[in-house]
């Protein structure tokens, strides 16, 4: 007697604060890549931020009031995927120490915790994908973002995946574990360091020849395409999901006009 076929797997895109208000191509990306792997993509509407900001100002009280909406928002997933390493790093690490104080609900938060994921490695590390059936016309050197590299190990996983972009190019960038200056808060803070961090950032991504600029967290993509453009720099700067879903056609590079590619 043969089984039935497996379910697609469902799968609650949380979209971020960041690619709402400044980057939505990037949540059409990653439900594009999603889609192609199988899985039914959901966008709950309840969703709010990760609660990440209040968390690292030192408001506990009320990143746990953000976070206990999240998790009611994402309940009955089998996945929660973000397309940046900072948000899932929050969800998939944070939110256990952040209620390790409450011993009745932290297995609950604990089990929540260890259904996200950040989007690159999810297709890879989750759904075993190698490949994808993208083009793209150019060099690109790669940053990787602090949160996503230190927390959740990505590295490997966008190098797989840009490898089999047809046409594609990839230079590795010196530094490339270097915080580009972003930080959250710490550019708000600290500008003039910030400035300069990203500065250095942006003269080793110009010294590889690269024309593209890619990296999976948009906080950290416009820190530095602001550097870029200041700098009178043709550099472009793109998050990893538009290219490897291959949509960096459909919408021009980050802090470009409209029509320019």
Known sequence: MSQSPRPPLRVGLFVTCLVDLYRPSVGLAAVRLLERAGCLVEVPSTQTCCGQPAYNAGDKPDAKVIARQVMKAFAGFDYVVAPS?????????????????????????????GRCHELVSFLT????IERV????????????ACSGLRELGVRAQPRQLLRSVAGLTLEELPGADVCCGFGGTFCVKYPDISERIASDKIAAAS??????????????LLNMA???????????????????????????????PRGRV
């Open 207 to 220: 010294g590889t020849g690269a024309d593209t600029l890619l990296a999976g967290d948009l906080g950290c």
């Open 85 to 113: 390493g900072s948000c899932a790093g929050m969800l998939r690490t944070h939110y256990p120490e952040m209620f390790a104080d409450e011993p009745d609900l932290l297995p609950q938060v604990t089990q929540f915790a």
């Open 125 to 128: 590390d989750v759904l075993g």
């Open 226 to 256: 602001g550097t870029a453009s200041r700098q009178g720099k043709r550099l472009k700067v793109r998050h990893v999901a538009e290219v490897l879903a291959d949509m960096s056609g459909d919408v021009p590079p980050i802090g470009w």
């Open 133 to 144: 059936p993208a083009r793209y016309a150019g060099v690109v050197t790669y940053h990787d």
